[in-house]
């Protein structure tokens, strides 16, 4: 009896000198879906004037094509959020104003693409539409329930169209988060790369521009992706910059470094040593591919290109009978005259074309 008591005694000790270091441990909960019932409780349009309330720039906005503005508010639990749509061009043009307003206290939200959250709210963009969410002040909300509202409202990521239209993302060697930019025009341009000449880009040729901040040893230089429709318009652009930049010529801290890869023309500003322009500028490879143009169908309603593709087969149809009717004339006709001016010949012989003779015996 002694003996089993001891080990019963031994036991519960070992059992609680296991059980007490995880007792003093604070659990951890790890949402994989957040739970939040968010529900919508009023939409109304405004006017494009408002956007400054909200902290947007009407210019930039005019330039992504930023037309009009949907108001949402959303609550859960006595939280609100206010919720700013912005229709603009098209799925770029919403991509762009993302990575516009995107700060560097902004983080990606997780599990959720094409969205980042930050101190003051969260942005996020799907298909053509820009998102702003703001929560107010006075209902301030934790980070797992804003996570859940952009899962409500956008889902967690585009669909597969809207991201095969979106830009290649920049290089990640040495790349610093939430540095990337992609714009179409010069108020954003000016905005964002203030002391470069911008006007040398040429917006007005169809350019779109990608830029980032890398982190090489001390130094910080940005890195420019500019496309051009055609590598004809980006060979005319490379040759202005190269004229009025005198790339790649040291000229110290202000050396601009340019290469141009077929439609594609890059350039690395504020690079401390040429060695580490030439690294970043070899981080692209451009492979060019051809394909064949299709004619634009235009906005033209369906039905409407159906009846002109029911008038254009008619159209075919005459044009083969009168074909078919000249063709007809002109045989007779040439009859007539063979019979009349070469009588010894077959072709104009009524009775040599439907009589034959085998002469057999």
């Given at each position: 009896m002694v003996r089993a008591c001891w080990r019963w005694s031994v036991l519960t000790a070992a059992w609680v000198a296991v059980s007490l270091p995880c007792l003093a441990q604070k659990p951890t909960v790890i949402p994989l879906v957040p739970a939040a019932n968010w529900r919508l409780t009023e939409s109304q349009a405004l006017p494009f004037t408002a956007l400054t309330k909200y902290?947007?720039?009407?210019?930039?906005?005019?330039?992504?094509?930023?037309?009009?503005?949907?108001?949402?508010?959303?609550?859960?639990?006595?939280?609100?959020?206010?919720?700013?749509?912005?229709?603009?061009?098209?799925?770029?043009?919403?991509?762009?104003?993302?990575?516009?307003?995107?700060?560097?206290?902004?983080?990606?939200?997780?599990?959720?693409?094409?969205?980042?959250?930050?101190?003051?709210?969260?942005?996020?963009?799907?298909?053509?539409?820009?998102?702003?969410?703001?929560?107010?002040?006075?209902?301030?909300?934790?980070?797992?329930d804003l996570q859940a509202l952009l899962v409500f409202v956008g889902g967690t990521r585009p669909s597969a169209n809207a991201l095969a239209s979106l830009p290649a993302p920049m290089p990640q060697a040495g790349l610093i988060p939430g540095t990337e930019k992609y714009f179409l025009g010069l108020v954003a341009a000016r905005r964002i790369l203030p002391s470069?000449?911008?006007?040398?880009?040429?917006?007005?040729?169809?350019?779109?521009?990608?830029?980032?901040?890398?982190?090489?040893?001390?130094?910080?230089?940005?890195?420019?992706?500019?496309?051009?429709?055609?590598?004809?318009?980006?060979?005319?652009?490379?040759?202005?910059?190269?004229?009025?930049?005198?790339?790649?010529?040291e000229q110290g801290p202000a050396t601009v470094y340019g290469r141009r890869q077929g439609s594609y023309v890059f350039l690395v500003l504020n690079a401390a040593t040429s060695e580490a322009a030439t690294n970043l500028l070899n981080l692209f490879q451009v492979a060019e591919q051809v394909s064949w143009?299709?004619?634009?169908?235009?906005?033209?309603?369906?039905?409407?290109?159906?009846?002109?593709?029911?008038?254009?087969?008619?159209?075919?149809?005459l044009i083969l009978v009168g074909v078919c009717m000249v063709g007809g004339?002109?045989?007779?006709?040439?009859?007539?005259?063979?019979?009349?001016?070469?009588?010894?010949?077959?072709?104009?012989?009524?009775?040599?074309?439907?009589?034959?003779?085998?002469?057999?015996?």
């Open positions: 902290g947007g720039e009407p210019a930039v906005e005019q330039e992504f094509g930023v037309k009009s503005l949907e108001h949402r508010t959303y609550e859960l639990a006595g939280q609100q959020v206010e919720v700013i749509l912005e229709a603009a061009t098209d799925t770029s043009a919403a991509y762009g104003l993302l990575t516009y307003y995107r700060t560097a206290s902004m983080t990606p939200a997780k599990g959720i693409q094409l969205a980042v959250i930050g101190p003051e709210g969260a942005l996020m963009a799907r298909g053509p539409n820009f998102l702003r969410f703001m929560p107010g002040s006075r209902s301030p909300v934790n980070d797992n470069f000449r911008t006007e040398l880009i040429g917006f007005a040729q169809g350019a779109e521009v990608q830029l980032a901040d890398y982190q090489i040893g001390q130094a910080r230089p940005t890195l420019l992706a500019i496309s051009y429709p055609t590598p004809q318009i980006a060979r005319l652009r490379y040759g202005a910059m190269s004229s009025f930049l005198a790339l790649n010529q143009d299709q004619r634009y169908p235009g906005d033209k309603p369906f039905a409407l290109q159906v009846l002109e593709l029911i008038l254009a087969n008619m159209m075919l149809i004339i002109l045989v007779f006709l040439s009859k007539r005259l063979a019979h009349r001016y070469l009588p010894e010949l077959d072709w104009g012989n009524p009775e040599g074309g439907t009589l034959i003779r085998l002469n057999l015996r």
